[in-house]
C-alpha cells in the first residue's frame, strides 16, 4: 500500500525526548492521523522536514500491531519502503499513536548478507574434510557434517539422535559434558582434548575435539561447535616412537636411557633406608667371531635369544636393557642393607645368567654355546651417581675379561683406585687449559647433492705432552665431572667463532660453525652471556653459530634453562638437537622448545645400506622434522651407499668420515678455500 501525508494543525511535545533518542524514524500521531512529533530520522525516511511533517495528517493505518512493510511517497514524488510498528499511547491525556519507522531496505540487506554467509557456513560446514558438529547445551548433536558421518560410522540421522556420551564414552565425560554446558551459557570460550571414541563398528580409536562458542543474541544457550580430528594413526607413531627412543628394537630390552632412568630411581629408593643397588655389566664372550663368521642376521638371533634367556631368570623387581653391540645391564633392587647380603643377592642372579646363557643354542642348524663376561658393582643409595656406578661395573666386567671370560668379577677397592686416577687426569686437564694444550678440529659439513661444504663441527682435541693426541671420548667425561667442562666449553666457543669470522671474511661468507653446549654450559645460565660475548669479540654475525645440545639436556630442562634457549633464540643463534632418535623426549620437545635443526644419529645411519628399519626410522625423522620447518644434518656417513640412501630419503646436509675427517684449523682454512676456488 502508499501512504499520503495531508497537510493540519500543529499540536503539542510532549513525547519529543523519546523521539529524540531513538535510532529509529518516530512519529507520534493523533486519533485522526495528525503528526504531532516526529524526530530526524523520520524526516530522512520521509524526505520531509519538521516543518512539512509536523501538523500533516497521514495515511497510516494507526491500528496497534507488529511490524508491517509499506511504501511512503516522499518529499520529492521517490518512494521508499519501510517498516512500520504501531503503539497506542497518549498525548495530552489524549488517545495517540507512536509510529516507527525504519528503512525496509536495510533489514532486506542485512537478510540478504545474513542468507549468504549462512550458506557460506553451510558449504564450509558439510565439505570440510573434518569432521565438524554443533553441540547444544547438553552435548547433543545439533548437527553434523559428512566427515564426522565417515569418522564415527553412523548415518546422519543416527548421529543426531545421539549425545557425545554415545560416542565418546570415557569415563572424563561427566567433565567434559560439564565444560559443554558451561560453554553454552557464555563461562569460557572452547576447549581442546583428546578422547578415546568408539565407533558404530565398535572399534576403538582416538579423536581430538577442539570446540568454540557459536554466540546468539536471541538464545541464552548458545550452541559450541566442535571440530573431531581422528589421531589414532598420530598417538600410534607417538607411542611407537617412545617406544624405540626408551627399548632396544632388536631385542626389546631396555635400552640405555631407560636403564640409567631405572637405575637412578632404584637408587633414590634405596637410600631411604640405606639399601644397596646392584648393577651387573654383560659382555658376551666371542660374539664378533660369531658375527663375522655366521653373519649379522645370526648375530642378531643370538642377541634376541641372550635377552629372552636374561628375562626368564630374572626376579620382578630387575631391569634387563641392552646397551650397545653386544653388552648388556641388569639393575638389581631389594638387595637388602647387609653389604653381605646385598653381595650374595647379586651373585645369586649373576649364576643364573651364566647358567641360563650357557644352554646350547641352534643358530643356521649349529649348535652353539655362549658364555658371559660380568662385572657387578654395588652402591649403597645414593652413594654414586648411575653414571659412576655404570662406569664401575664396566670396570669390574673388563677385569672378567682379563682374567679369562666366562665368568663375573665385583668392582673392589683395586678398581676403585684405578677410579681415583681420573682425579688425576681432571688435575691434568685443569693445566691443560692453562698451558694451551688444547685444540680445534673442524669435520665438514656438507651437501649431499653436490658435496659442497656448508660448514663444519667444532670437535675438541688435546695434544697431551705424554700420551699424544686425545680425543674427547678420553677427558670430556673428567671435565663433567669436575666442572672444568664449562671453562672447556667456553675456550672451544672462542676458539671456533675466531676461526669462524676469519673464513667469512677471507673465504666464504655464508659458512656456518656447530659447537657443542654441555649440560653444565646450558645449567649454569651463562651460556647465551658466554655466547654474545664470543660474537661480539669475534666480530661474527649470531647466525653464522650453531649450537648442538643432547636430549638428555632437554629432558632435564628447567624453566630457567628454557629462558636459556630462548635467550639464544633472542641472539639469532640456531639452535639444535644432537644424536636425534636415542632419547626418549624427542618428540614432546621437537614440537615444544625453539629449535632450528636436528642430527640424525649415527647409529641409524649406519644401517641405511642393509637394515629395512633403520631406514623407515631415518626416513620417518627427516620427514617430521621438515614438516616442523627444521633442518636435518645425518651424522655418521661413512659410505657412498649411505650418502645416496640419504639423499633419496630428503636429507640435505650431512657429516662423516666419507665426506671429510676432522682436520685442524688450518688444514679445513685449506679445503674451503680450495673448494671455493674450484
Known amino acids: 500500500m502508499k501512504a499520503t501525508i495531508t497537510p493540519a494543525i500543529p499540536g503539542g511535545d510532549t513525547l519529543r525526548a523519546f523521539a529524540s533518542a531513538a535510532a529509529a524514524g518516530v512519529l507520534v500521531v493523533d486519533a485522526t492521523g495528525t503528526v504531532l512529533l516526529c524526530n530526524a530520522v523520520a524526516q530522512t525516511l520521509l524526505d520531509r522536514t519538521s516543518e512539512d511533517l509536523v501538523g500533516a495528517v497521514i495515511g497510516f493505518p494507526l491500528t496497534p500491531s507488529g511490524i508491517s512493510e509499506i511504501d511512503v511517497v516522499g518529499g520529492a514524488g521517490g518512494v521508499r519502503t519501510v517498516d512500520m510498528q504501531v503503539t497506542a499511547t497518549t498525548w495530552e491525556n489524549e488517545r495517540a499513536y507512536v509510529i516507527t519507522l525504519t528503512d525496509a531496505g536495510l533489514r532486506k540487506r542485512a537478510v540478504r548478507r545474513l542468507a549468504v554467509s549462512e550458506e ?91 570446540t568454540s562458542v557459536m554466540s546468539d543474541s536471541e538464545d541464552e544457550h548458545a550452541q559450541v561447535i566442535a571440530s573431531v580430528q581422528d589421531v589414532t594413526e598420530r598417538q600410534e607413531n607417538d607411542a611407537r616412537m617412545i617406544r624405540l627412543a626408551l627399548h632396544d628394537e632388536l631385542t626389546g630390552l631396555a635400552n640405555r636411557t631407560l636403564a640409567m632412568d ?67 645391564v641388569v639393575c638389581c633392587e631389594d638387595l637388602g642393607a647387609d653389604a653381605v647380603e646385598a653381595q650374595a643377592i647379586a651373585i645369586r642372579v649373576v649364576e643364573r645368567i651364566a647358567s641360563a646363557l650357557a644352554e646350547p643354542i641352534e643358530l643356521e642348524g649349529a649348535t652353539e654355546r655362549t658364555t658371559a663376561s660380568i662385572g657387578i658393582a654395588l652402591v649403597r643409595g645414593l652413594q654414586y651417581s648411575p653414571d659412576m656406578v655404570l662406569r664401575n661395573a664396566d670396570q669390574a666386567m673388563y677385569r672378567a675379561k682379563q682374567q679369562g671370560r666366562a665368568r663375573f668379577e665385583l668392582f673392589d677397592e683395586a678398581l676403585q683406585a684405578r677410579a681415583l686416577s681420573r682425579s688425576d687426569l681432571a688435575d691434568e686437564l685443569a693445566l691443560a687449559l692453562e ?113 648442538e645440545l643432547t636430549e638428555t639436556m632437554l629432558i632435564e630442562a628447567t624453566a630457567t634453562t628454557l629462558s636459556e634457549l630462548a635467550g639464544l633464540r633472542d641472539l639469532g643463534v640456531q639452535v639444535g638437537l644432537d644424536d636425534f632418535g636415542t632419547g626418549y623426549a624427542s618428540l614432546t620437545y621437537l614440537r615444544s622448545l625453539p629449535l632450528d635443526f636436528v642430527k640424525v644419529d649415527g647409529s641409524f645411519v649406519a644401517g641405511l645400506s642393509e637394515n629395512v628399519d633403520d631406514m623407515a626410522i631415518v626416513t620417518a625423522i627427516v620427514d617430521l622434522a621438515h614438516a616442523l620447518g627444521l633442518h636435518v644434518i645425518a651424522e655418521g656417513v661413512e659410505s657412498g651407499v649411505q650418502q645416496q640412501a640419504l639423499e633419496e630419503i630428503g636429507c640435505r646436509f650431512a657429516q662423516g668420515w666419507h ?19 674450484a
Open 120 to 210: 557460506r557456513f553451510r558449504a564450509v560446514f558439510e565439505q570440510s574434510p573434518i569432521g565438524l558438529a554443533v553441540l547444544d547445551g547438553e552435548a547433543r548433536f545439533a548437527r553434523v557434517n559428512n566427515a564426522l558421518c565417515r569418522m564415527f560410522g553412523y548415518t546422519r540421522s543416527e548421529l543426531e539422535q545421539r549425545t557425545l556420551t554415545d560416542i565418546v564414552g570415557s569415563e572424563r565425560l561427566p567433565a567434559d559434558e560439564k565444560l559443554t554446558r558451561e560453554l553454552s551459557v557464555g563461562h569460557g570460550t572452547g576447549y581442546d582434548l583428546e578422547r578415546s571414541f568408539v565407533t558404530k563398528e565398535g572399534e576403538t580409536r582416538c579423536a581430538r575435539f577442539i
Open 262 to 328: 631405572r637405575l637412578q630411581l632404584a637408587q633414590a629408593r634405596a637410600d631411604r633406608n640405606g639399601a644397596f643397588v646392584g648393577l651387573l655389566f654383560l659382555d658376551l664372550d666371542g660374539f664378533k667371531t660369531v658375527n663375522d663368521s655366521l653373519g649379522h642376521a645370526v648375530g642378531d638371533a643370538l642377541l634376541k635369544e641372550t635377552a629372552r634367556r636374561l628375562r626368564s631368570v630374572l626376579r620382578p623387581s630387575d631391569t634387563a636393557a641392552r646397551i650397545g653391540g653386544d653388552e648388556f
Open 435 to 547: 698451558r694451551d694444550e688444547l685444540v680445534v678440529h673442524y669435520q665438514p659439513i656438507a651437501e649431499l647433492r653436490g658435496g659442497r661444504i656448508m660448514g663444519a663441527e667444532a670437535l675438541v682435541r688435546w695434544e697431551h705432552p705424554v700420551r699424544g693426541l686425545l680425543h674427547p671420548a678420553d677427558f670430556l667425561d673428567v671435565a663433567e665431572e669436575s666442572q672444568l667442562i664449562v671453562s672447556i666449553g667456553d675456550w672451544v666457543l672462542n676458539r671456533a667463532c675466531r676461526d669462524l669470522a676469519g673464513w667469512r671474511r677471507s673465504i666464504r661468507p655464508d659458512v656456518f660453525v656447530t659447537v657443542n653446549a654441555s649440560a653444565r654450559q646450558l645449567g649454569n645460565n651463562e651460556l647465551a652471556a658466554s655466547i654474545d660475548r664470543a660474537l661480539f669479540e669475534a666480530v661474527l654475525d649470531a647466525d653464522a653459530l650453531e649450537i
Open 659 to 677: 665426506l671429510g675427517r676432522p682436520r685442524t684449523s688450518r688444514d679445513f682454512t685449506r679445503l674451503l678455500a680450495s673448494a671455493a676456488a
